[in-house]
């Protein structure tokens, strides 16, 4: 039985990240993949919606600016769109898989599964390890409603080869707003429906009320405090039924949320504990097996599951399980959340958890749309909101407008790096840009 220093069980943005810096140190290294190399992110999570986006995007952009010199409405060709996207999504898993082999580091494909605190089955082979590192993601979750097997996913939807001309959503978060934005945008009849009336609930309220207003005017039905109850067949679409709610459409998607691959691993015959949320891991990514430690979307951990959380979580977890004696616990830098789209949500700082815990804050809101940075692109929203604490300290931002996503990384160096309005001003920045108004916002 082959034995390697370390095997990294998933080969995502986490378990590839980890595997490279292990193989640095000089480990034998082996990294197991039940499905396509590369995981969520470029295969059927941020990259591949990101493509689509670049059209959702170019049209919005092309829409602000209708009667401001710009005539004519741009429209979308999903076929041609979607091989463009395949034009990057093809290639990911052998490319991924070439640059481990490349690098010395030993491939599995299947799944993998503990028979022991040292050894793991992948198909017919079994193999063993000094120590683990568990990486296995997550999937989307299906609502456990009657009718479940009409359901689809994320996944189906970023492989779509049509569009169809009636779409549903289930659920109200990110992969529902981001979604039916590009079905909307792609000529689709689009409805988002939600079990309770707060949607996007990790972000500001006031701003994403300003958000579903606007996605609402662009066409997008939200009903809200609607709990699906069954989905039937009817000839060829789908009725989604609720209580005193009935709905017909051509295609569900089930947004409502994503759970921890963690069933096939087996965990119970390596002595790892986990929960409906995930492997449970101490503040050093170890689990409760000290030989096995885990990272990225498969923890449950109540950090925000994304690509650069899990990567800063592999190098951490690398350095973790390399070191011999103390080592200081894992301590996360402030993580900046986008949801995309024509229009853009982005926030950094203190959750909103947090926020709601803390009776000392008080906020600002800014209506950025009479600045020039934005009355330039005539963006329909553009608005800040500022959180502060008792000291008057900046403890969260949220904005909204189609550059959110700009200004929210320059805000977050800013936080990150607590910069003062005077360090700020000491600056120069090129002007005109979201970068340039930074003065007078902070
Ligand atoms: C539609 C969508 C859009 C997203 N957009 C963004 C975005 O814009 N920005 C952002 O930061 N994040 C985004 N995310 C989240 C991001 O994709 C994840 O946070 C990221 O992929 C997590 O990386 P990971 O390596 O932990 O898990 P994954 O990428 O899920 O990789 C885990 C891998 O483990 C494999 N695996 C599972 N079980 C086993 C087993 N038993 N044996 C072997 N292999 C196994 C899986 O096949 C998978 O390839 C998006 C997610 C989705 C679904
Ligand atoms: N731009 C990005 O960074 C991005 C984009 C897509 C996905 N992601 C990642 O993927 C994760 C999954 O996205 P998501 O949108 O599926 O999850 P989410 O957690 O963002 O939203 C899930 C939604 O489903 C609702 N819901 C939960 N249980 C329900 C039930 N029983 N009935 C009806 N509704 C229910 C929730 O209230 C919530 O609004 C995100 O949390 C994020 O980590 C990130």
Not at 83 to 94: I, L, N, Q
Not at 333 to 341: D, E, N, S
Request: glycine content about 8%.
């Amino acid at each position: 039985m082959q034995n390697y220093d370390v095997i990294v069980v998933g080969g995502g943005p986490a378990g590839t990240a980890a595997a490279y810096s292990f193989s640095e140190q000089g480990k034998t290294v082996a990294i197991v993949e039940a499905d396509l190399w590369g995981g969520t992110c470029p295969n059927r999570g941020c990259d591949p919606k990101k493509i689509l986006m670049s059209a959702v995007e170019a049209k919005a952009k092309a829409a602000h600016l209708a009667g401001k010199g710009i005539t004519g409405e741009l429209g979308i060709d999903w076929k041609t769109l979607m091989a463009f996207k395949r034009s990057y999504t093809d290639t990911v898993p052998t490319q991924t898989k070439q640059g481990l082999v490349d690098t010395g580091i030993t491939t599995y494909e299947g799944e993998a599964e503990f028979i022991d605190e040292q050894t793991l089955r992948i198909g017919s082979e079994i193999v063993s390890a000094d120590q683990f590192l568990i990486a296995t993601g997550q999937r989307p979750a299906l609502l456990p409603i009657k009718g479940q097997e009409y359901l689809h996913t994320s996944t189906d939807f970023l492989a779509m080869e049509k569009m169809p001309a009636k779409i549903t959503f289930l659920g109200a978060g990110y992969v529902a707003f981001e979604l039916a934005t590009i079905a909307q945008a792609a000529g689709a009849e689009v409805h988002i429906i939600h079990h309770n009336d707060r949607p996007l609930k990790a972000f500001d309220q006031e701003l994403v009320n300003a958000f579903v207003e606007q996605l609402q005017k662009q066409g997008i039905s939200f009903h809200f405090n609607v709990e699906i109850e069954s989905i039937s067949q009817i000839n060829e679409g789908y009725t989604l039924q609720g209580t005193g709610f009935e709905l017909h459409t051509d295609y569900v998607v089930s947004a409502a949320g994503r759970i921890p691959n963690v069933e096939s691993l087996h965990l119970e015959n390596a002595g790892v504990d986990y929960s409906k949320r995930g492997i449970k891991v101490n503040d050093y990514l170890q689990t409760t097996n000290p030989r096995v430690f885990a990272c990225g979307d498969v923890l449950d951990k109540e950090q925000p599951k994304l690509t650069p959380v899990s990567s800063f979580e592999a190098k951490y977890a690398v350095a973790s399980m390399s070191q011999k004696g103390s080592r200081s616990a894992i301590t996360y830098p402030l993580i900046p959340t986008i949801v995309f789209g024509g229009l853009k949500l982005a926030r950094i700082g203190q959750s909103e958890k947090q926020l709601a815990q803390n009776p000392q804050i008080h906020s600002e809101t800014i209506n950025l749309a009479d600045w020039f940075t934005y009355r330039r692109i005539n963006d329909p929203v553009a608005m800040l909101k500022l959180v502060y604490n008792q000291e008057g300290q900046i403890i969260a931002i949220t904005c909204l407008s189609s550059i959110a996503d700009e200004l929210i990384n320059l805000c977050y160096l800013i936080l990150e790096k607590q910069l003062t309005h005077q360090e700020i001003e000491a600056l120069i920045f090129a002007y005109p840009t979201p970068a340039s108004d930074l003065t007078y916002i902070i």
